[in-house]
């Protein structure tokens, strides 16, 4: 067992010893191992060289700790850090992380400014967002950007043949162009077709920056889904995110050298029998057909334990799947555990995503059960539920 930076041991720390936002009354937190995390990291270092990671830690790092993650990415070598808005980044640089950090999605001019002191690389998108910047009173000279190029996504980016235009027109704003790149819409489909024709495109636009001598330093395109399929030495970088917190980025290739790195774990908080035709939680949607053995948990929507696993979810008791019956509340489920060798007690562990005993269940498990992605499972993981990093 590794050691909990913040040790559980001997029980729950007392209350006065821990901050508000580590507290656990309800021994209900994620568990975030930095050591998988940073196995997933050398797994991608090693299969994409010459090009390097960008470690993509937006959205609270998919839930599992923006800034513990951020400095473990950098201890492991990472040199540059993505995340989709500059508050994202500020709160970064306030935790004296260092290095790069690219902002990927859209900007008010407005904050022009603090984007240039803190040294950040902000994206522009269009044409449009160019002239926004034009006719705003920021002053422009010195910001690093990337430019975004729309090579089939049509969500953000300027058309590929716009491209050597908006870099002379970036280039005499005094602006530091600092990269290019494209995102892929299909990267974790098994039909290559559509991920090449925007590869293409993507090459065909590097080609001409490079002819008039444009070609900046950093080139991007893949994502997790794409690395291993769409990258190329030509790009400096992969923007890593979800396969580096060991979950699949697609639902049709397995790696197994990904190792998840949150599991999710609580306790517990009551057992009890019900009898035949007693109905639980909300709404009585789940009737007991004979006596059984259930227990509380203390956890619910309010912690992004989705409601959508009323009446379907599992959680693990004693390495043994406990099915939720009746609705999840915003604060805590019920579980059937009659057929639990042993009847658990308050305080018994439960996992909600992770491994007990020989049985696992996944964020890609949690997922299929209520019709979304992994990604969308942890970063659901609210802020109530402490973070607790191995
Ligand atoms: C979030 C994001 C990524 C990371 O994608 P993963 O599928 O999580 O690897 C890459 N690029 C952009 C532009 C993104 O917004």
Redesign the pocket.
């Known amino acids: 067992m590794p050691q909990i930076r913040e040790s559980t041991e001997g029980g729950i720390k007392s209350a006065k010893t821990r901050s508000l936002s580590t507290m656990l009354s309800r021994k209900t937190f994620a568990e975030v191992s930095l050591s998988s995390y940073r196995h997933n990291l050398r797994h991608f270092t090693e299969r994409i060289r010459p090009s390097r990671i960008m470690a ?1 830690v ?1 959205s609270n790092a ?1 839930g599992h700790g923006m800034v513990e993650i951020s400095e473990a990415s950098i201890t492991e070598g990472i040199d540059c850090l ?1 995340v ?1 808005f500059i508050e994202e980044a500020l709160e970064l640089r306030k935790k004296n992380i260092a290095v790069p950090i690219i902002v ?1 999605n859209y900007f008010e001019p407005a904050y022009v400014r603090s984007a240039k002191t803190a040294g950040l690389s902000l994206t522009i998108s269009s044409n449009e967002q160019l002239q926004e910047l034009k006719a705003s009173s920021e002053d422009l000279k010195g910001l690093k950007v990337h430019l975004k190029i729309d090579t089939g996504m049509k969500r953000l980016g300027i058309r590929p043949e716009d491209a050597v235009s908006i870099v002379r027109d970036i280039d005499h704003q005094g602006m530091l162009l600092e990269g290019v ?1 494209s ?1 892929l819409s299909c990267a974790d489909e098994e039909d290559e077709a559509f991920s090449l024709l925007q590869q293409k495109a993507f090459d065909a636009v590097l080609d001409e920056l490079e002819n008039v001598n444009i070609l900046p330093e950093y080139r991007h395109l893949c ?3 794409g690395a291993f399929r769409f990258n190329s030495e030509r790009y400096s970088h992969v ?5 580096g917190y060991g979950l699949q ?1 697609s639902a049709r290739f397995f790696d197994p050298n990904l190792r998840p790195v949150l599991r999710w774990k609580t306790a517990v908080s009551m057992v009890k029998s019900i009898f035949a035709g007693e109905r639980v939680s909300y709404g009585g949607t789940f009737t007991a057909d004979r006596t059984m053995r259930v227990a509380t948990i203390p956890v619910g929507y309010g912690d992004g334990y989705s409601r959508l696993l009323s009446n379907s979810g599992e959680v693990l008791i004693s390495g043994v799947r406990c099915r939720v019956i009746g609705r999840v509340c915003m604060d805590q489920f019920v579980v059937d555990v009659t057929d639990l060798k042993e009847s658990p007690s308050i305080g018994s562990e439960a996992v909600l995503i992770g491994e007990q005993g020989e049985d696992k269940i996944t964020a890609e498990e949690m997922a299929e059960k209520i019709g979304t992605i992994n ?1 969308e499972v942890t970063c659901s993981i609210s802020g109530r539920v402490p973070r607790v990093f191995l």
Not at 239 to 243: F, Q
């Open positions: 993509v937006k998919y993505a989709a990927f790149y995102h994502n997790s889904a923007r890593l995110g979800i396969a980025p990604y």
